[in-house]
C-alpha cells in the first residue's frame, strides 16, 4: 500500500520522497512529539503535541478544555508533521548546506473519540510511546480523569516521508575549495533522571526507566 | 512591548503563557528548525524548514522552487511554531503526565525578500544562525544561488510562548503512592564530525567547528 496521492507527492527533490509504510512508521514512532495544523478562522494554527501510533491510526490527545483540540473533529483537513533532526551538512558552498533529516506529513481528518474502551486504549497506546512500562505502574485514570481528556484518531492513509541523509552535494568545481565539509551529527539524549522534590527516598528508579 | 493578541493568548493553562521578546527570542535562536503552517487551498500544510531571527524579523527560505514556499506571500496569514522538548514529566497518576517544554507560536504574514541587500544578510543570518563563522569560510552565493532561493520575512508582532518546567504535579492523594515520579531529561547534543569522503586529509577542522 502506498501512501503516495497528489497532495503528499514530493515534488522538490523527489528523490528524497517515500510512500510506504516501512518508511514512514518508524519515524512516526521514533519521535516523541508532532505538530498539528488546523485551520482557525481561516487562519492556520500549528501546536506541537504528544502522539502515537497504533497499527494504522494516529492518536493525539490533550485536554478536553483546549480550544484547537475541540475545533479538529469539525475541520475538514488536518496536517500532523514529525520532524527528525539527525543532523547539519556543512557543504563547501552557502548555498549546498543542508540538514540530514527525516520527516513525515501526513494530511486527514481527525476524529474525536468516544468509544470508551478505544479512548482507553489509544491513552495507553500514548503512555507505552513515551515510556514502556510506566502505564502498568503509574495510577491508571478515573472517570473523570478520561472525561477531561480529549483523544483524536487520524487514519493513516496519505502521508509521506521525506528524507535526507549522507555527505554534502557540492558543486563539482567547489570540491577543490580548501573548506572543511561534512556533517554535524545532532541527536536527542536521555539525561540524568531527576526525582520529584517530593518523592520518599525508599522508591527505587523501576527497572523499565533505566 | 507585549506580542500578546487576542490570537496568542494562552487559554489552556494560562500561566504557562509569555508574550516578552526576553523569554520568546531565546527559544527561536535556540531552535535548529521550525515548522510552518500555511492553509493550501483549504487545507493545512506543515512543514519543517531552517528559520533565523534578526531584530524582529524572523526569517525562512528554500528553494524558489518550493510550491509551499511560492505560496506564502499569497496568503493571508501564516503560522510559525518553534518547539524545544526538555523532557518527559513523570506523574504519580497517568492523567498528569507531562512534557517539559519551550515552545513559541508566531502568527503573521510572511513577505518575499526581493531586496537583494536584504536576501544576502538573509542567507546570511540563516548561516550565522546553525553555525556561526561557517558564512566567512564557506563559498558565497553567487547570482544564481541567490536566485535559486526564496527568502520570506515574517515581521515578529503576534507570538506566545508555552513553558512547562519543573516536577510533576499529582494529585494531593496521589503523592502517597509507591510510584517513582520525576523528570527524565532530554537535550539535543552534538555528536562527532564525519567528514565528507572526498575531504583531503590536509584540510583541519575549523575552530568554529570544534
Known sequence: MSFKTDRTRV??????????????YPIID?????????????SPAVIPTIHARKNDT?????????????????????CVTITLLDGIVLARSAFHHSLNYRSVVIFGK???VNDQNEKWNALKTVSDHLIPGRWEDARQPNQKELDATTVISISLKEASAKIRT?????E????QLPVWAGVLPYTIKKGELIPDPRLPKSINIPDYLI
Chains 1, 2 share one sequence.
Open 11 to 24: 515534488r522538490r527533490l523527489p528523490q528524497r520522497g517515500h510512500y510506504d509504510k516501512n518508511t514512514i
Open 58 to 78: 494516529l492518536y493525539i490527545h490533550g485536554s478536553a478544555a483546549s480550544r484547537l483540540l475541540k475545533s479538529i473533529p469539525k475541520e475538514n483537513n488536518i
Open 30 to 42: 521514533e519521535a516523541l512529539y508532532c505538530h498539528v495544523g488546523i485551520n482557525v478562522n481561516d
Open 166 to 170: 549522507g555527505p554534502p552535494s557540492d
Open 172 to 175: 563539482e568545481v567547489d570540491y
Open 110 to 112: 481527525g476524529d474525536l
